[in-house]
């Protein structure tokens, strides 16, 4: 646990502060290991104890992201993606791993808990610590502001491997060459882009509840004292644009979601189509051959006297009339295209555009000077 306080001219890290800076105000980061040990300062320095309902909800790791106030402080529950190592598995899903960050804000105190290796959280304080040209941040809502952004752009690390692994499994329900069977993969996958738009969801939803009550307590407890800080224009436009962020990882799950489900029923549809070309292929050659059988059967019958059946040359012209009738059904059916996937129509049309831009037919079609013949 530690103490920054932030000030105009620059931010100082302390062990314990005793009282709330002339100027600025103070962050308290602390970590899920650090427990309850921030509540006693904070009390001493605010004079506001935090309620037990909402010290439960700081400890709960499972806890979606929420926002609930009081008339001394507001607590925001926000859930951010864990990128970590393992977020990547052997079969090539890639987990969604999710963990809350909670943020308690006083008049001029901010109260963080936070996983120890939350990034957004170790750079931001780094960056205020460092000093430089970036303005610092003159009120704890506004150091909030730029927490949750950095753990909204967290999602960046994750969009090309999430769209590459999407991209994967499209190729492979495609390819023609190899049956899909990694159904479970699949589904893996879509319920990971399910997650991702419900957690966008949750965080849009404190959000955007946060903004709307400190919208109405500016209106309703304006000049109080001890109120917090109003909800100005620079505030709103920070607001605003984390909310643009979140619904842009919203849109980009969304249509994540959208192109399996296309991939899927194309892969139905071709495999219904291909199934279709064997069956008419198969049909086609039902056809050529029923009446080959038919002829085979009509000798094959025990009669004693059948036409042809003891001529020396019946054999020879019962093979003949085979071959012949085999050679005009098959031709009937390729020209009706039951035996190529191809449109005869669309052939036809080929074979005339190809033939009017030879040279023989455009010479044939324009006259000595140029001129279309009548």
Known sequence: MQFVIVRPDGATVFDEVAALPERGFVWCDCSYEDGRAWTAPVQQLTGVGVFEDHLLDAENPAHPSYFDSTNEYEMIVFR????????????????????????????????????????????????????????????????????????????????QPLSEQFERRQRQLLDPRRPFRDWYELLESRREARRLQDLCEEQLDALQEWRDERLERTER??????????????????????????????????RLESSVESAVQLHFSATAYRTNEVMRTLTAITAVFLPLTLITGVFGMNFEFIPGLHAESGFWWAIGSMVLIGAILFSFLRTRAMLSASNPMGRRRRRASRASHTPAAADTATGPDGERDA
Request: charged share 25%; hydrophobic share 45%; glycine share 6%.
């Open 80 to 159: 951010g993606l864990a990128m970590r190592t393992d977020t990547i598995e052997p079969s090539g899903v890639i987990r969604v791993k999710t963990r809350p960050a909670v943020f308690f804000v006083f008049p001029r105190v901010l109260v963080t808990v936070r996983a120890p290796d939350n990034r957004p959280v170790s750079t931001i304080r780094d960056r205020l610590l460092a000093g430089g040209r970036a303005r610092l941040p003159a009120l704890p809502e506004e150091l909030m502001l730029r927490l949750l952004n950095g753990m909204v752009d967290r999602y960046l690390d994750l969009r």
């Open 221 to 254: 407890q304006a000049g109080e004292p001890h109120d917090l800080h109003a909800l100005d224009d620079a505030l709103q436009v920070r607001t605003a644009d984390i909310v643009g962020h979140i619904h842009r990882v919203l849109h980009h799950a969304r």
